[in-house]
């Protein structure tokens, strides 16, 4: 029952260098989100996705663009990173119906120097 | 849209004492809340929820109370233990796209020995 996974767990990354964040969730759920937590803050929302097919942005999407490959999995990609975005990376699915709830992976903590 | 804010507050409470963590949310048309933890190094969990119909619900050591009228929300702990430590999260969805799953201020809960 491994529920919303997310790799890798840890990456340093360099000034300008690209990456791709993994995450899969294997609960048959239609919606997947990806959020940002900074040091001492809330989370952030950065884009969803409602359905397999559509994306939408968050409260900050500025230097990330996301593929929802199929209805597991949903990618995050920073095209030239930035220290910025020294951060800590959550991808979370979203049950819905009467008791709607959102799963989170682990999270990846992300350091751009 | 939703008005959360992002910066956590601190609560610090003896162990064996009773939590009090409150929320306040700008939308007024929402109809479903949930409470979330987040331990160190973890995505947030869910915990407890609560539909506008109602104006508390109890789970185990944890109560939540709804006051629609000035739109305040309040999770309370019972008997707070070392293992309570966490960021607690509430969350009520976005009105205007009810895919978007924005988070209130979360509340880091410190419990002291």
């Known amino acids: 029952n491994a529920g919303v996974t997310q790799t890798p767990k840890f990456q340093v990354l360099k000034t300008g260098q690209s990456m791709t964040l993994q995450c899969a969730q294997d609960m048959n759920h239609n919606s997947m989100y990806w959020y940002r937590q900074d040091p001492g803050m809330g989370l952030r929302l950065i884009y969803y996705s409602a359905s397999e097919g559509t994306t939408d942005k968050g409260e900050v999407p500025n230097g990330y663009n996301v593929s929802r490959l199929n209805k597991r999995e949903f990618s995050l990609r920073l095209e030239s990173a930035a220290p910025s975005q020294t951060s800590v990376y959550f991808c979370a699915s979203r049950l819905t119906g009467p008791n709607e709830k959102l799963f989170f992976g682990s999270g990846t903590q992300l350091s751009v120097l | 849209g939703e008005s959360v804010g992002l910066h956590l507050p601190t609560l610090s409470v003896q162990e064996g004492d009773n939590s009090i963590i409150n929320c306040a949310y700008s939308?007024?048309?929402?109809?479903?809340f949930i409470w979330y933890k987040q331990e160190s190094g973890k995505g947030p969990q869910f915990i407890i929820d609560?539909?506008?119909?109602?104006d508390k619900r109890q789970g185990q050591r944890v109560t939540v109370l709804l006051n629609k009228t000035v739109k305040h929300l309040s999770l309370q702990i019972a008997a707070t233990q070392p293992g309570d430590s966490a960021v607690y999260f509430c969350a009520p969805p976005c009105l205007y796209n009810f895919n978007k799953f924005y988070f209130g201020s979360g509340t880091k809960l410190n419990v002291k020995p």
């Open positions: 939308n007024s048309a929402s109809d479903y």
């Open positions: 609560i539909r506008s119909n109602m």
